[in-house]
């Protein structure tokens, strides 16, 4: 997942990146409120964690702009505000949950999948397609039951993938998922991951639709 950590304390930005790059997800960071904003109005993202005491603009102001333009990106509040009045308007302004500073990055990463299991319209916390399984709580991966060892960037291009079963992903959009901003990244990447993926699980694992982009086919 690509997701936007805005952030403004430098040593709780610096240990979420670590962590979330470390779950295999692509973040981008940033600082105030408004430059937020306009990364918000310029990119996509999968999902954006809010701090609310930003500098330039508060988070909560943020929040009710992103959802008044009807921009549906999920949201989890990441906040040192404790009160029950402070969570509610969290919420009621269109957070998808609200998770009170100090937390435990495990119960994090648990939040966020289950945001992307709600988003993807399923209840159950594997995905599966055509013998292929992945379990996002713990990055396995198995081809009819047989565990199958993929690097970072194989599993996120896989992973993107099995969320949408039959639904085309542009190389672009794939990048966009497993890179962020600075990190450099070569012309043919996401040929390469592809690539690595059919002989792993075999070359009819993934398609290509020439012009449009990579999918795994429907069971």
Same mark, same amino acid.
């Given at each position: 997942?690509?997701? &936007?950590?805005?952030?403004?304390?430098? !040593?709780?930005?610096?240990?979420?990146?670590? /962590? !979330?790059?470390?779950?295999?997800?692509?973040?981008?960071?940033?600082?105030?409120?408004? *430059?937020?904003?306009?990364?918000?109005?310029?990119?996509?993202?999968?999902?954006? !964690? &809010?701090?609310?005491?930003?500098?330039?603009?508060?988070? &909560? *102001?943020?929040?009710? $702009?992103?959802?008044?333009?009807?921009?549906?990106?999920?949201?989890?509040?990441?906040?040192?505000?404790?009160?029950?009045?402070?969570?509610?308007?969290?919420?009621?302004?269109?957070?998808?949950?609200?998770?009170?500073?100090?937390?435990? %990055?495990? $119960?994090?990463?648990?939040?966020?999948?289950?945001?992307?299991?709600?988003?993807?319209?399923?209840?159950?916390?594997?995905?599966?397609? @055509?013998?292929?399984?992945?379990?996002? /709580? =713990?990055?396995?991966?198995?081809?009819?039951?047989?565990?199958?060892?993929?690097?970072?960037?194989?599993?996120?291009?896989?992973?993107? %993938?099995? %969320?949408?079963?039959?639904?085309?992903? *542009?190389?672009?959009? &794939?990048?966009?998922?497993?890179?962020?901003?600075?990190?450099?990244? /070569?012309?043919?990447?996401? $040929?390469?991951?592809?690539?690595?993926?059919?002989?792993?699980?075999?070359?009819?694992?993934? @398609? =290509?639709?020439?012009?449009?982009?990579? !999918?795994?086919?429907?069971?």
């Amino acid at each position: 997942m690509r997701l &936007l950590l805005i952030e403004d304390d430098r !040593l709780i930005g610096e240990g979420l990146v670590t /962590a !979330l790059r470390q779950d295999g997800h692509s973040v981008d960071w940033l600082r105030d409120g408004q *430059s937020a904003s306009d990364a918000l109005r310029a990119a996509q993202f999968d999902l954006v !964690l &809010l701090d609310l005491g930003l500098p330039r603009r508060d988070g &909560l *102001s943020l929040l009710r $702009e992103l959802r008044g333009r009807r921009d549906a990106t999920p949201v989890i509040v990441i906040s040192a505000r404790d009160e029950v009045q402070s969570r509610i308007a969290g919420l009621d302004a269109g957070a998808d949950d609200y998770i009170v500073k100090p937390f435990d %990055l495990g $119960e994090l990463a648990a939040r966020i999948r289950s945001i992307q299991r709600r988003r993807a319209g399923r209840g159950e916390p594997q995905l599966e397609c @055509r013998g292929i399984r992945l379990d996002p /709580a =713990t990055h396995e991966v198995w081809l009819r039951d047989q565990p199958v060892s993929l690097s970072a960037r194989e599993y996120a291009v896989l992973e993107a %993938l099995l %969320l949408r079963p039959g639904v085309a992903l *542009s190389r672009a959009q &794939l990048e966009d998922r497993i890179y962020g901003w600075g990190e450099e990244i /070569a012309s043919n990447a996401v $040929e390469v991951h592809v690539h690595a993926l059919r002989r792993k699980l075999g070359a009819d694992a993934v @398609r =290509t639709l020439r012009g449009v982009g990579y !999918l795994i086919p429907k069971d």
